[in-house]
């Protein structure tokens, strides 16, 4: 079985700084998608980013970016310049690689970041 | 697109009644997943449908049930309810064809609260 660890509940940064969130995990598969989640107030949960497992680069899009240690099962989030409306939820989550079959995410248990003006 | 449609939004029930949640994908998903958020346990999986199948279950009790349709559309059952099922119900949907990106798409949820 996997496990996935949020160990900060929460967070706080001000507008146009950089935040790291940190996620850790465990599992004894080889092929895997990490993900980062957010989940706005009263807002459906949406992808920030993705990483597959198989690849050594890390993933960024636009000012979301992380740093994938496999080694480590460590998979942390940096937000950079952040904004009003980054202020979530956000969840590390994990899924197996499975060709064509699988929609099963397990989730850590998300940190609350609160961006200051 | 339209996204994934959840309905109802918000209820409430009382203890040992039963309810029904109603999720309709994206157009073309045939895909979908079921979990359960709450403050104390977090995002729990429930189960996952594909092609009117259930494909994965997790580990919650035969009180909890699902079927998908034809279209896609899909329903969660919750029969004889307790104050601990209270929660926000989220149902995601994905392609699932071929080795797809991974990527769920949620959809508001339902916020049961049980009295």
């Known amino acids: 079985a996997q496990t996935v660890t949020q160990s900060q509940p929460e967070m706080s940064v001000q507008e146009a700084e950089t935040v790291t969130l940190s996620c850790t995990y465990d599992t004894s598969e080889n092929n895997y998608y990490l993900f980062w989640y957010k989940q706005p107030p009263s807002r459906q949960m949406i992808l920030v980013i993705r990483q597959e497992a198989y690849k050594q680069q890390n993933a960024t899009e636009n000012r979301f970016s992380v740093n994938f240690q496999k080694a480590a099962k460590s998979f942390s989030l940096k937000i950079s310049d952040s904004q009003l409306g980054d202020t979530a939820m956000y969840f590390c989550a994990f899924m197996k690689l499975l060709t064509g079959a699988n929609s099963k995410l397990t989730f850590g248990k998300g940190i609350t970041l609160s961006v200051r003006p | 697109k339209a996204g994934v449609t959840q309905t109802p939004r918000y209820l409430i029930k009382t203890r040992g009644q039963q309810v029904t949640l109603s999720c309709s994908p994206i157009s073309g998903h045939r895909s979908v997943s079921w979990y359960q958020q709450t403050p104390g346990q977090g995002l729990q999986f429930l189960f996952e449908?594909?092609?009117?199948?259930?494909?994965n279950k997790g580990n919650f009790p035969g009180r909890f049930s699902g079927r998908q349709f034809s279209n896609s559309r899909s329903e969660m059952n919750v029969s004889t309810l307790e104050l601990g099922d209270s929660a926000l119900y989220l149902c995601?949907?994905?392609?699932?064809?071929?080795?797809?990106?991974?990527?769920?798409?949620f959809g508001e949820g339902s916020r049961l609260t049980v009295l």
């Open positions: 449908y594909f092609s009117e199948t259930q494909r």
């Open positions: 995601a949907s994905s392609p699932s064809v071929g080795r797809d990106t991974g990527e769920l798409f």
